[in-house]
């Protein structure tokens, strides 16, 4: 094999195995609740 087809297919190889790492990443984070003070004055309106 030529040593540009070599290059090209481990270009590739590396960039379908990126693509599946990055692809089972897990990068869901949990919701965080957050409380506000509301004034009464704005539950009036």
Do not use: H, Y
């Amino acid at each position: 094999m030529s040593r540009s087809l070599v290059i090209v297919v481990i270009v590739a190889i590396l960039l379908i195995g990126g693509l599946f790492f990055l692809a089972g990443r897990d990068t869901e984070k949990q919701p965080v609740r957050v409380e506000k003070v509301v004034p009464l004055e704005n539950l009036s309106n």
